[in-house]
């Protein structure tokens, strides 16, 4: 099996070549990513458990979904793409704001993303890739926030970032 590339970017978000995945994660070089945000109609946000073989936050609580560009993929089909991969399904995405955030993991890796947010609307039950999504579940972005605030380590480098920089960027009610 061919290891996945990602897309390494300098702070323009313009790419300047690939890497490995690992290899990026082990250097902490700059690469693309993206997190897909998914709300239903009562404005609850879909959230997913990490799967607890992950090589980096495994089982903890995240976004929707999030993953890297493939070379050539704008950052909407990445988006769908991933989406169906990991959650069984597939809907509109619109971009909002990017941002570059760095993550050292307890396991000697570190996320260096240049990450892409997305948000979209859904409604039914996802279809879980359990290679990739250990749980899932609805919640409304107050007791998201709440619960960031009580129980920090039960979610996400980047999502914790998303929440406290770019809160405007996925409440779709504003």
């Not at 069984?88 to 990017?98: P, R």
């Not at 570190?110 to 997305?118: G, K, V, W, Y």
Request: proline share 3%; glycine share 4%.
């Amino acid at each position: 099996m061919i290891e996945e590339q990602v897309i390494l970017v300098n702070e323009k978000d313009e790419k300047i070549g690939l890497m490995p995945k690992l290899e990026a994660h082990e250097k902490a070089v700059l690469h693309r990513a993206f997190s897909v945000f998914i709300f239903n109609d009562k404005n609850e946000l879909m959230l997913q458990q990490r799967a607890l073989h992950k090589y980096h936050s495994p089982g903890l609580w995240t976004n929707t979904c999030c993953s890297h560009q493939r070379d050539g993929e704008s950052n909407l089909e990445a988006g769908r793409r991933r989406l169906q991969e990991e959650m069984g399904f597939v809907t509109s995405l619109k971009e909002t704001t990017s941002f570059i955030y760095k993550a050292p993991f307890d396991n000697g890796l570190t996320e260096h993303e240049l990450d892409h947010i997305m948000i979209g609307n859904y409604n039914d039950e996802p279809i879980i890739n359990t290679e990739e999504v250990a749980d899932w579940k609805w919640m409304a972005l107050e007791d998201v926030r709440e619960d960031i605030e009580h129980n920090p380590d039960l979610y996400t480098a980047w999502f914790k970032i998303i929440f406290e920089k770019f809160y405007e960027h996925i409440n779709i009610t504003q």
